[in-house]
């Protein structure tokens, strides 16, 4: 039994001497060189799709044609009308234009205008191209035109509006006695009311201009009879 416990030592001792002598001869191995002789236990990969492939939609190749309705031809003309122009209509020029503007003043007075006699205040007696020496133009000068006329009423109007008197707007023609020239005269009239004699519309006169006296208060208030033509 010793013997044979001794033969077992004598192999375990070779086996661990022919290990070392192993080694040795590969003094470089690593533990991959080992890791790459164990089979690999992963399962294949496919690289085909299990899903089954979708067909693609059929495509309809049926052409559609759409007919515009047809316009009528009311529209058209329509249509037609309103994109035209407005007529060209030339500016009136300023003479013109303000010769309409006394035109329409007068026209508004003779709607109403009642010549029964009775006592005015003409404050404006002028004609295209009068001289006036005493009055300016709206140019500095002195000639007066529409225009000039005009103004020269307005400008009297609103010194009227602050004494609450009325106006009138007419031609020379249109009242009282008058020469061959009076249907180119244009006169603006002050119709206070009231007013019994000359004395009276002269001290009116002297009211609206308290500052004018003699030629001046004449050459802007003058007092008048509203009469019948003649």
Not at 26 to 50: F, W
Not at 65 to 78: F, G, N
Not at 224 to 230: A, D, F, V, W
Request: glycine letters at 8%; one cysteine or more; hydrophobic letters at 35%.
């Amino acid at each position: 039994m010793v013997i044979g416990g001794a033969a077992g030592l004598l192999f375990v001792l070779a086996a661990a001497l022919g290990g070392i002598v192993l080694t040795r001869q590969h003094p470089g191995g690593r533990a991959s060189d080992s890791a790459a002789l164990v089979p690999s236990t992963s399962a294949p990969v496919s690289t085909e799709s299990s899903s089954p492939t979708s067909a693609a939609p059929a495509t309809s190749t049926q052409t559609v044609t759409v007919t515009e309705p047809a316009t009528s031809e009311a529209s058209a003309t329509t249509s037609s009308e309103t994109s035209e122009s407005p007529p060209y209509e030339e500016p009136l020029d300023p003479d013109a234009e303000a010769l309409a503007t006394l035109q329409s003043n007068r026209e508004n007075t003779l709607a109403w205008l009642h010549l029964d006699d009775r006592w005015v205040l003409q404050l404006s007696s002028k004609m295209d191209g009068s001289v006036d020496e005493m009055q300016y133009a709206e140019d500095g000068g002195h000639v007066f035109h529409y225009p000039d006329i005009l103004a020269e009423h307005e400008r009297t109007k609103e010194l009227l509006d602050g004494f609450g008197i009325g106006s009138l707007t007419l031609l020379g023609s249109d009242f009282g006695r008058h020469s061959a020239d009076e249907g180119r005269i244009w006169v603006l009239l002050a119709d206070p009311g009231g007013i019994s004699s000359a004395a009276e519309a002269t001290r009116r006169c002297q009211d609206l201009y308290p500052g004018f006296s003699g030629d001046l208060l004449e050459d802007h208030c003058v007092p008048r009879r509203l009469s019948p033509p003649s």
